[in-house]
């Protein structure tokens, strides 16, 4: 364990969890607004690390293109509506 390990505040931090499932900055504010515990979220995340536990919740990732679509959008030619000469 660490040196600075509090294991009330880990305690805390794992009824929290087990209650809602959510990650670091919600356990941080809740840990302020129900406990009126005032710690980092920094902290709060080496705690959750140390004690194995993780939010399920996930950010999604962003769809990306395959070089294959690109080039099929670029191959299409839009019809010339305006019949403008360059």
């Given amino acids: 364990m660490h040196k600075n390990f509090d294991q009330v505040l880990a305690d805390i931090i794992i009824d929290i969890f087990e209650k809602t499932k959510k990650g670091y900055r919600f356990i941080t504010h809740q840990l302020k607004r129900w406990y009126g515990v005032i710690v980092n979220r920094k902290t709060v995340l080496r705690?959750?690390?140390?004690?194995?536990?993780?939010?399920?919740?996930?950010?999604?990732?962003?769809?990306?293109?395959?070089?294959?679509?690109?080039?099929e959008k670029a191959r299409t030619v839009c019809t010339n509506h305006l019949a403008r000469n360059f």
């Fill in 47 to 71: 705690y959750m690390r140390i004690l194995g536990i993780k939010s399920p919740i996930r950010k999604s990732k962003y769809e990306n293109c395959t070089q294959q679509e690109h080039s």
